[in-house]
């Protein structure tokens, strides 16, 4: 039997973002709030606690950086893709965000006369990049928990609770989500007067990634088959440094630390693509770099085709290693037996974020009342065709504590609307349906293909053939996915099921990813069209919007303009 339960505002996700939000609601409530905090895992396990490099903002003001200058780097590096107001409105927010944690007890690094340490990161103008040692997203994790430890009477916690359904009521404002409490096995209703959608990336649709193996896009899924559009998803974002043979991420503080990219002919090449800025260009530019030089022949072999280029440390010496970048040492030691005090590290491409998400305003809010979306679930767009570094976990604080700060506002006058039985119903049949499937397709193999897929054709290079037959492939793909066999009949802990929704969410992601692709004739950002290798602002200066076709079961596009308040589009040189 379904069981109901009732609060006033559902955080779904548990992350920085998540995690912020939660904070400031409780703040802001004075404690007078009933707050239930979803996640699919354990609280603490988000993926949130990978992040390494740092947080961005211009705390180092008397020092020579400013608000203008931190938005300047933000929209040069988005090549102009990024609405100018929302990225006024978060670098204004940010140097609060890092003292905020600051008197949390956060242990940011230190400089000698006990200021918080910075460290430069790609395309910045100044070194602004807040850090904690290389461990930035577990310490700033581990803050807000602690800090959240002190309402913990007012939230409630649903860990390992895996959403499957946003219900809305006939006026399309949320009612409740619903899903499946894995623990017990049992389908649960949660009602609310507000949803704050923190479910972070779906860029696990990539087989070679940074991503954790729980990023597969739920909550972007989830309000796209509801209706709501999704922004700018063909631009995905691709780190430079992955470690191989894994894709572990290794921190752009490397880089920022003076780290070298290596060629097999002993070359620094970046001097060749970034003159001025070399390794600490941004990180589109970076990652084309490297690719140039493992398809012109100036990689070395790797295994299962994985070439790569070099990334030297040993020059930083022993002492800056351990103190500043102890994870990375610590990763290649442990993965691929190599110490970057002695020896350079082999690295390539990784996919490793996705810039575009649910489309929101500047408060967070979607185009339906009662729901809000924040961190890299959310499109707000700060970050535009390209994020810089530092700049994910800024902007999940950021964006936590401006929805944390909007629902508040917005609970205070709202009750509990009427709960539509037979969209319950509707939900509850679909997870039965998929539970008693008895198909001959095995989930697994359509996953693999689907990484396949996107690795090959959907990568830091990108043409119309590649696309078109990504396109068609997981089509087909989506096809089979109706077909699949569920062993496991249990909802307790039922993986399987998990997986297979899973999958599915990304496949329906993958297929905006690449029509948007194949869609934008021209190049920008991350996203870079061999067959049309130039930006071309007069036609392609505005923001993809994706809407679900529920007849058709695939994407409708339509395009909105930037928002471009500042400054006007110029070339990008570094």
């Known amino acids: 039997m379904t069981k109901i339960k009732e609060h006033d505002v559902i955080i779904m996700g548990s992350g920085l973002a998540g995690l912020r939000c939660a904070l400031q609601l409780v703040m802001e409530s004075k404690g007078e709030i009933d707050l239930a905090i979803v996640s699919k895992v354990q609280l603490m396990r988000s993926h949130s606690v990978s992040a ?63 200021k918080i340490a910075t460290r430069p990161f790609g395309g910045q103008t100044f070194p602004r990049t807040a850090y904690a040692g290389d461990k930035t997203g577990f310490f700033a994790m581990q803050t807000l928990y602690d800090a959240l430890q002190k309402y913990s009477d007012k939230f409630t916690r649903y860990d390992e609770f895996f959403t499957t359904h ?15 409490y894995l623990p017990e096995g049992e389908i649960y209703v949660l009602r609310a007067k507000a949803l704050v959608i923190a479910t972070g990336s779906a860029i696990r649709m990539y087989g070679f990634t940074t991503m954790a193996y729980s990023g597969t896009g739920d909550g972007v899924a989830m309000a796209y088959r509801i209706g ?56 589109d530019i970076t990652s084309r770099a490297i690719m140039t030089e493992i398809e012109e022949g100036r990689g070395f072999k790797g295994p299962n085709n994985l070439d790569y280029v070099l990334l030297d440390l040993r020059h930083l010496g022993r002492e800056r290693i351990i103190t500043r970048l102890p994870l990375v040492r610590e990763l290649c030691i442990k993965l691929i037996g190599i110490d970057p005090i002695n020896e350079p590290v082999p690295i390539r491409p990784v996919a490793h974020y996705m810039m575009g998400g649910i489309d929101v305003d500047l408060e967070g809010r979607t185009i339906y009342e009662g729901i809000w979306a924040i961190g890299e679930c ?13 700049n994910a976990t800024a902007e999940c604080l950021a964006w936590g504590y401006f929805a944390g700060v909007d629902v508040s506002n917005f609970i205070k006058e709202k009750s509990l609307k009427e709960l539509p039985i037979s969209e319950v119903e509707n939900a509850e049949k679909e997870i039965y349906h998929l539970l008693n499937k008895d ?26 053939n590649g696309l078109e037959n990504a396109l068609s492939k997981i089509r087909e793909l989506k096809n089979q996915w109706k077909n699949i066999k569920i062993n496991d ?19 329906d992601l993958a297929e905006v990813v690449i029509e948007g692709a194949l869609l934008r004739e021209e190049s920008r950002g991350a996203h870079y069209r ?45």
Request: proline letters at 5%.
């Open 166 to 180: 946003i219900i809305l009521g006939e006026d399309k404002s949320f009612r409740a989500i619903l899903g499946i």
């Open 378 to 390: 959310a499109c707000v767009s700060v970050h535009g065709a390209n994020r810089l570094g530092s």
């Open 530 to 574: 061999r067959d049309f290798p130039k930006r071309d602002d007069e036609n392609w200066l505005k923001h993809t919007l994706a809407i679900y076709d529920k007849e058709n079961d695939k994407p409708k596009f339509s395009y909105k303009p930037v928002k471009i308040l500042y400054w006007k589009p110029v070339e990008r040189r570094y």
């Open 228 to 283: 709501i559009p999704i922004k700018d998803m063909e631009f995905m974002q691709f780190h430079p440094t992955g470690l191989i043979p894994s894709g572990i991420l290794l921190t752009e503080g490397a880089r920022g630390e003076g780290g070298y990219l290596i060629n097999n002919k002993g070359e620094r090449f970046m001097k060749k693509y970034a003159e001025k800025f070399m390794e600490l260009a941004p990180r």
């Open 52 to 114: 390494e490099g740092g947080t961005a903002g211009a705390i180092r003001q008397d020092e020579g950086d400013s608000l203008e200058l931190h938005a300047w780097d933000l929209i040069k590096g988005s090549d102009f893709l990024a609405d100018q107001d929302a990225v006024w409105k978060y670098v204004n927010r940010m140097p609060y965000e890092i003292l905020f944690l600051d008197r949390l007890g956060m242990p940011w690094s230190r400089r000698p006369d006990g």
């Open 439 to 464: 198909g001959n397709q095995n989930q697994y193999q359509i996953r693999s293909q689907l990484w396949e897929i996107m690795d090959k054709y959907v990568g830091v290079f990108r043409d119309r």
């Open 489 to 507: 009949k249990s909802l307790i802990y039922n993986t399987e099921l998990m997986n297979a929704i899973e999958l599915k969410n990304m496949l």
